[in-house]
């Protein structure tokens, strides 16, 4: 959907159905997780052809999910799950492993090490990183380790389609916030130069639709964010010195509500841009955060 005050892409009052078929090998649910970050909520998938599938990111384990999940497996012919993997550690991907491991009993749940994050949860973690493969009847992921967005943040391949399975590293709808204080842009953007590289046909998606032209999205992707890099240094010039004033210029095509995330990001392009020696904080503020102090143009 569109902002109505401008043509920014956002997923804010997006709805998408409960249960989906997206391929022969991918069903999808749908997190009943909806909120202006989230959008409809998060895509939830089973993946494979057999009786029991892979279930992947199980969403934040919200009142509502078992049922849509249950519908999604008849829908599918699948009758369990083998096992969980994750693509990352936010709680929108992770948090509802114990409420499906309540309901299927003991499961094995697969992602790349996050122990800052992973400490926080009850059940036992089974480590993987890039280059991993797991596999049911019908379906072979690759790990491909893409952080920026989060640290340990895997997208996955699936050898038999071509397709690509992108958590929050590509959206189906708008672009995916870069976490100053966990993210990293310049990582960000080497990741999806590396998934541009695996020239996926389809990206399943952790949020919004599927995309059906990979290549183009992940082209779309890395040159929005060249562009922003460019219209926040445009900010700046302007005389837009702290992050909010710069949000407002940047982002004005978009709601309010998304303002707060938006300044995330800026911030991130902030940090990457002073790495890079294209801007510099005033005199004062190098030990603060990027929302804490004023950015001019480097010299």
Known sequence: MSDPRGNAPVMLGMTMPDVDLWSDRVAVALGQNPGPFSGPGTNTYLLGTGKRRILLDPGQGVDGYLPVLEQAMERAGCEGIQEIVLTHGHPDHIGGCRQVMDRFGPLSVKKRPWPEVDAAYDFEITAIDDGARIETEGVTLKAIHTPGHAPDHLCYTIEEEGSLISGDNVLGVGTTVIPASTGDLAAYMRSLARLLAEKPGRIYPAHGPCIEDGP?????????????????????????????????????????????????????????????GRVSREPGGEAEEPTAVRWVLAT
């Not at 837009?240 to 392009?269: F, M, W």
């Open 216 to 276: 183009g999205k992940i082209r779309e992707y890395i040159a929005h964010r060249r562009e922003r890099d460019e219209q926040i240094l445009s900010a700046i010039g302007r005389g837009a010195h702290a992050v909010p004033a710069i949000v407002e210029i940047v982002y004005a095509a978009y709601p309010k509500a998304l303002h707060a995330a938006a300044g995330q990001s800026v911030s991130s392009h902030l940090l990457k841009l002073e790495r890079e």
